[in-house]
Every structure is written in C-alpha cells, then in structure tokens.
C-alpha cells in the first residue's frame, strides 16, 4: 500500500520537475514580443495533435503586451471551412516570458528563445481531455521560417522528450485575416 502510494505521488511530481528545467528567455521583454507571428511549425507528444497534425495549417497569434507582464493573444486557426478565432489572456507567472492560459488549458507556457525580429520558440505543457502533453511552436515574423529558427527550433524540441515524427510543417493558408497583413 506504501509502495503504491509513493508511486502515484512520484507520478504527480514527475511532470512539474520535467518543466522545471525548460528555461525562459534571458530579460524576456513583452513589448518587443508584441505584434504579428504565424505559427510555421509544432511538435507535440498529445494524441489530438499527432491524429490531425497532417492536416493542420500555417495559424496566427496576434499578441500585445498588457498589465502586470501578462499578453493578450489574438489567435486565428484556418479551417476548410473558414477561420477559428479565439482572444485569450496569457497570464504571467513568475518571471518575464513564462505564462500560463486557464482558458485554453495551458499549464505552462515559456518564450525558450526569441530575437523579436524573426523568431520565437514556445514550449507549452497542457491538459487537453484529461491527458497531460508537450507541445513546441515555432513562431516567425514572416510565413518563411529563416534557417537560424528552425535551427533554434529543432536543437531545442528534442530537450523535452518530443522527436522528429511528432513534427508538423504547417502549410500556408489564406483563410485568415491576419495572415493578410505584413508583421513589423
């Protein structure tokens, strides 16, 4: 019974020291991070992900700096049959660049490495139907990711368990409005 016990309070623990060592950005500054990003590439372990990721496209995040080191994030998905959009509140914790979205069931979510300018990778933990995942995103200023960030994004994805099968490209997409208008 003891035995058991442990087990089940290990498990419970192993996800959270597993995220403790994803770090955040070096003096992650909010305002720079702000503005246009489409998301050119994920990576995730979840099983919703991996069964529709061949058919996911290129989405965008519209993002601006708010109160208290927290973001408001505009998001628009393409879909065959027109454009999801969903506003959420990215709510800081603890340090510059390291959130959490209730409203999305986004536990932990961290800016791991951004120039501002061209790229940004996103590490996010989650709860989707009951099952706990990673995920990574891939954000650039343009629809074309530069070599520099899929580098970035590539050396940094395998760190937290995720490999090259899980990986989606995303195809570009003119189902959005965002996606109409130039990032700066």
Request: charged letters at 20%; glycine letters at 6%.
């Given at each position: ?53 061949d058919h996911l496209l290129m989405s965008t995040r519209d993002i ?121």
């Amino acid at each position: 019974m003891g035995a058991t016990l442990l087990s089940c309070v290990l498990l419970l623990l192993w996800p959270s020291s597993a995220r403790a060592d994803v770090l955040v950005q070096p003096d992650f500054d909010a305002n720079k991070f702000s503005g246009l990003w489409y998301v050119v590439s994920m990576v995730s372990d979840c099983k919703v992900f991996l069964g529709k990721k061949d058919h996911l496209l290129m989405s965008t995040r519209d993002i601006k700096a708010s109160a208290g080191g927290n973001l408001s994030v505009h998001m628009e998905f393409p879909r065959e049959d027109g454009c999801n959009q969903v506003d959420a509140e990215y709510l800081r914790v603890g340090s510059q660049g390291h959130f959490r979205v209730p409203a999305l069931g986004y536990l932990d979510v961290r800016v791991v490495d951004t120039d501002y300018s061209s790229f940004a990778v996103v590490y996010i933990y989650k709860e989707l139907e009951g099952a706990l995942s990673a995920m990574v995103q891939l954000y650039s200023r343009t629809r074309e990711a530069s070599p520099q960030a899929l580098e970035a994004f590539q050396d940094f994805y395998p760190t937290v368990g995720l490999s090259a099968d899980m990986v989606a490209m995303l195809p570009k997409s003119d189902a959005c409005s965002l996606g109409d208008r130039d990032a700066p």
